[in-house]
């Protein structure tokens, strides 16, 4: 037999809050702070440079940065698409 939905809005958030603690999530934070520095520096933000940033998000390792090459390299005529420095992908970075 199915369980019944819940009955209201404080029921529904009440039982997200429960399944998100089964899960342990939020993950808890995998290393101590330690100033400005980065966990982890992803140089390309693409598909699997995205990816790669949410799965650690997922293992509790938040100090991420993607970077990106400048939209000056990406737009020159002829230039490959990693050409130029990389430089933080999001104002976070
Ligand atoms: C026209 C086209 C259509 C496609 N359509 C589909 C589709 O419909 N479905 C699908 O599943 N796949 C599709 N693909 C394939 C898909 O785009 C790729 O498989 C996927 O993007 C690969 O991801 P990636 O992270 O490995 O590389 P990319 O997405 O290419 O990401 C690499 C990133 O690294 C950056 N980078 C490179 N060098 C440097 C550097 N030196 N410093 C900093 N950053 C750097 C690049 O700017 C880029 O942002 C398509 C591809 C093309 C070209």
Redesign the pocket.
Known sequence: MTEPGPASLAELEKRLARDLELLILPTPEWSPPHGDLLDVAI????????IAAVALQRLGISRVSL???PPSA?RKAGS???????VPASPSG
Not at 43 to 50: D, K, R, S
Not at 80 to 86: D, L, M, N, V
């Open positions: 140089v390309g933000a693409g598909m699997a440079g995205l970077f990106s090459p990406k490959r698409p990693g050409a130029g420095p990389p």
